[in-house]
């Protein structure tokens, strides 16, 4: 089995958290649903049980680990213990999280796949939406834990994932040296969290995508395929109303470059990670290619913070 390693903790939690719904078995008092709406991460995270705490952890958290098996565990819930607890401030909702992960077959031990220690891996937003909460819960950096997750036929053999915290360091907002605005240009007022607030000019929109860079970062150079971590507000120009935001969902969205509309495909491609980015993009750029789609003729402008990025040839 292989695992893209970008992102692809939060689809770990969200199977987790669905497999805990459907599994034949009564979810424990503790195990939230995925449609949650609490905003407690402490409570959020899932419980421990039996087969995660008959996992044996070898190694210092932060190192890659190694486990031990007492034959082949049997998982019917998905579970979660904290086998090592960190000495680092216990993290909170919106906060970015680095993580180190090995995942084992439950039957075996056998690992099936590392990153985050000789392999980089994109960071997480911690949210409830996403799953991660159900993982991390509030744990202190610097802890290390054990999950347990069923088995989907043979295909998706039941595992057992060791994560490790390592940092919570990553900004929730573009670091990089401010740039002078361009005049004509949407302009962008920032709250004190980073949050943009953009204003439109009273005129035609532009032909043509326009990109703009608001900050200038110093991290490595977005390319195409890149898997990227960032935030954003999206505008209309129609009318000037927000359509889509990160910020209002309260964490950052990882994606790929090649997974967006053309539009946000080039804003990102050449930009370094720290970097703010102004975009706006006619329909022909945004979702004007498909017709059914509710902004297919919309005019579009995002500001994009971009916090972390993951070369190809690390995914």
Same mark, same amino acid.
């Given at each position: $089995?292989?695992?893209?390693?970008?992102?692809? *903790?939060?689809?770990?939690?969200? @199977?987790?958290?669905?497999?805990?719904?459907?599994?034949?078995?009564?979810? +424990?008092?503790?195990?939230?649903? /995925?449609?949650? !709406?609490?905003?407690?991460?402490?409570?959020? /995270?899932?419980?421990?049980?039996? @087969?995660?705490?008959?996992?044996?952890?070898?190694?210092? +958290?932060?190192?890659?680990?190694?486990?031990?098996?007492?034959?082949?565990?049997?998982?019917?819930?998905?579970?979660?213990?904290?086998?090592?607890?960190?000495?680092?401030?216990?993290?909170?909702?919106?906060?970015?999280?680095?993580?180190?992960?090995?995942?084992?077959?439950? @039957?075996?031990?056998?690992? =099936?796949?590392?990153?985050?220690?000789?392999?980089?891996?994109?960071?997480?937003?911690?949210? $409830?939406?996403?799953?991660?909460?159900? =993982?991390?819960?509030?744990?202190?950096?610097?802890?290390?834990?054990?999950?347990?997750?069923?088995?989907?036929?043979?295909?998706?053999?039941?595992?057992?994932?060791?994560?490790? *915290?390592?940092?919570?360091?990553?900004?929730? /907002?573009?670091?990089? !040296?401010?740039?002078?605005?361009?005049?004509? %240009?949407?302009?962008?007022?920032?709250?004190?969290?980073?949050?943009? #607030?953009?204003?439109?000019?009273?005129?035609?929109? +532009?032909?043509?995508?326009?990109?703009? #860079?608001?900050?200038?970062?110093?991290?490595?150079?977005?390319?195409?395929?890149?898997?990227?971590?960032?935030?954003? #507000?999206?505008?209309?120009?129609?009318?000037?109303?927000?359509?889509?935001?990160?910020?209002?969902? &309260?964490?950052?969205?990882? $994606?790929?470059?090649?997974?967006?509309?053309? &539009?946000?495909?080039?804003?990102?491609?050449?930009?370094?990670?720290?970097?703010?980015?102004?975009?706006?993009?006619?329909?022909?750029?945004?979702?004007?290619? @498909?017709?059914?789609? !509710?902004?297919?003729?919309?005019?579009?402008?995002?500001?994009?913070?971009? =916090?972390?990025? %993951?070369?190809?040839?690390?995914?």
């Amino acid at each position: $089995m292989r695992l893209r390693s970008a992102a692809f *903790l939060s689809a770990l939690a969200l @199977s987790a958290v669905a497999l805990a719904g459907c599994s034949g078995e009564p979810a +424990p008092a503790e195990t939230p649903t /995925a449609s949650a !709406e609490a905003t407690d991460v402490c409570a959020a /995270a899932l419980a421990s049980g039996a @087969s995660s705490e008959a996992v044996t952890v070898e190694g210092e +958290p932060g190192e890659k680990p190694t486990i031990a098996l007492d034959g082949a565990l049997e998982i019917t819930t998905p579970e979660r213990t904290v086998v090592d607890e960190g000495d680092g401030e216990p993290i909170a909702l919106g906060q970015i999280i680095e993580y180190g992960l090995t995942v084992f077959d439950a @039957s075996t031990g056998e690992e =099936l796949q590392s990153v985050g220690y000789d392999t980089p891996v994109l960071p997480e937003a911690l949210a $409830m939406d996403s799953g991660t909460a159900q =993982l991390f819960g509030c744990a202190p950096v610097g802890s290390r834990i054990v999950a347990t997750v069923p088995g989907q036929g043979e295909q998706q053999p039941a595992t057992v994932y060791v994560i490790d *915290l390592l940092g919570n360091d990553t900004p929730t /907002a573009a670091w990089g !040296e401010p740039q002078e605005p361009v005049e004509g %240009q949407p302009t962008v007022e920032l709250a004190d969290d980073g949050e943009p #607030t953009i204003t439109l000019p009273d005129t035609e929109p +532009p032909a043509e995508t326009e990109v703009t #860079t608001l900050k200038a970062g110093d991290g490595a150079e977005v390319a195409s395929g890149d898997s990227v971590l960032v935030q954003y #507000t999206g505008v209309k120009w129609s009318d000037g109303s927000v359509f889509d935001s990160s910020w209002e969902r &309260g964490a950052a969205a990882a $994606m790929s470059t090649t997974g967006v509309v053309a &539009g946000f495909q080039k804003a990102l491609e050449g930009q370094k990670v720290g970097s703010q980015v102004l975009v706006t993009m006619p329909p022909a750029d945004g979702y004007g290619a @498909s017709a059914e789609h !509710e902004l297919a003729e919309e005019t579009l402008t995002f500001v994009v913070d971009i =916090l972390a990025s %993951q070369s190809v040839a690390q995914q």
